[in-house]
Structure formats: structure tokens, C-alpha cells
Antibody, heavy 123, light 111 residues
């Protein structure tokens, strides 16, 4: 059974940094792309970032480009999101989501989701 | 404002059917697969329909997806109280450099 568990959320001042982690189990981690998707309280889903199975290809939403960095450690079955220069509008629940298998191009396809970790940016 | 347009709400009585639309453009829905997600209150989203019409194992066949041109739809037949949730469409936007886009979401209420 696929299991994704996010951690690292918390309260941070505007301009601060935070690193989110997502521990994956139940599947061959390196064989799948991974994503971060966020949801502000009472709002809809917003895709944040994508990383390919090898880690060589990465994409970012315009709202976070230049401030956030996605990475993965396939040896540790872990996904990360380094968030710098945080803003009030980054406050949201952040979900890690399993994408399609390597070699399959399915943008917007998120098969399994974690339970999310809350990031609050406030002074 | 979302790239994909969904109605903010839809409703029906138990046993009825409801259809949710998702409108986009030639660069997103018109040229890429659409996927649908169900988010029950207080929980993480769940994949409901992928690649326009496919259901993951375990998803009841009361849920079905379709697509025509630059619009997609999610149909729920035989509405049940447990279907009360938010529903989102998503796809790839080929006009942007590597972007996934979501609809704004539709709240389905079972009356």
C-alpha cells in the first residue's frame, strides 16, 4: 500500500525559510514523478512543483519560482520542498502527491496523496 | 483566478444525477488529458477519474468522465450522501513552461 507522510510544516515569519519533507513507502519511489500541491484554508487546490523520477526535470508554479526548490533522495525514498522568502500568501496545507510512472507523461495526474502539512507564514 | 473554469456549486437529491463542467482552452484541456479529484471535508484529495474517462480501481461506476474539445465533465449518477464533497479538474497547460492547472473546484451538496 502506498503511503506518503509529509512533515516540516509550522509557523514562520514572512521572509523566513522552511523545509518540507515527504516520506514515501509502498512503491518503487524512483520509478515515479512526484509533486507538491497546496491548499489555502477555504480555497482550492494549487499545484506548486513537479520533479521527475530521476530528479533531473523540475517545474514550478510562477507563484513560487525562484523561491522554492523541489528535490528528492531516491535512496531515502524522500521528497523535499525548500521554501525561502516566504510570504503571507504561501500559508496553506502542503500535500505531496505521487505522479505518473517514469516514461508516462500525464500532467495533472496525482495518484496518491499524503495527509498534508500546514505552513503558516505570519508575523 | 483559475485557468480552468468550474461552477462553484452543484446539488441534487439522493438518487439523482449531477454533472460538473470544466472549461479550458486549446492549450490545456484541448490537447491534454483531464483528471478529476474528490475532496471530502477535512481530508486529502483523492483521484477519481484520470485520462478523461478512466476510473481507478475502487471508484464506483456511478462516477464517469467525458471530454469534448476544450471542455470536460464529471457525471455522478445515483447521488449518495457520501458524495457530498469538493470536486476539482486538473490538466497540463501546454502554453506555459511545465505547468499543471486546476479548476477552482465545485462543491456538491446532497439535498
Amino acid at each position: 500500500e502506498v503511503h506518503l507522510a509529509e512533515s516540516g510544516g509550522g509557523l514562520v515569519y514572512p521572509g523566513g525559510s522552511l523545509r518540507l519533507s515527504c516520506a514515501a513507502s509502498g512503491f518503487t519511489f524512483s520509478g515515479y514523478s512526484m509533486n507538491w500541491v497546496r491548499q489555502a484554508r477555504g480555497k482550492g487546490l494549487e499545484w506548486v512543483s513537479y520533479i521527475s523520477g530521476s530528479g533531473k526535470t523540475r517545474y514550478y508554479a510562477d507563484s513560487v519560482k525562484g523561491r522554492f526548490t523541489i528535490s528528492r533522495d531516491n535512496a531515502k525514498n524522500s521528497l523535499y520542498l525548500q521554501m525561502n522568502s516566504l510570504r503571507d500568501e504561501d500559508t496553506a496545507v502542503y500535500y505531496c502527491a505521487q505522479g505518473a510512472a517514469v516514461g508516462i507523461s500525464l500532467g495533472g495526474y496525482f495518484d496518491q496523496w499524503g495527509q498534508g502539512t500546514l505552513v503558516t507564514v505570519s508575523s | 483566478q483559475s485557468v480552468l473554469t468550474q461552477p462553484p456549486s452543484a446539488s441534487g437529491t439522493p438518487g439523482q444525477g449531477v454533472t460538473i463542467s470544466c472549461s479550458g482552452s486549446s492549450s490545456d484541456i484541448g490537447s491534454n488529458y483531464v483528471h478529476w479529484y474528490q475532496q471530502l471535508p477535512g481530508t486529502a484529495p483523492k483521484l477519481l477519474i484520470y485520462s478523461d474517462t478512466e476510473r481507478p480501481s475502487g471508484v464506483p461506476d456511478r462516477f464517469s468522465g467525458s471530454k469534448s474539445g476544450t471542455s470536460a465533465s464529471l457525471a455522478i449518477s445515483g447521488l449518495r450522501s457520501e458524495d457530498e464533497a469538493d470536486y476539482y479538474c486538473a490538466t497540463w497547460d501546454g502554453s506555459l513552461s511545465g505547468h499543471v492547472v486546476f479548476g477552482g473546484g465545485t462543491k456538491v451538496t446532497v439535498l
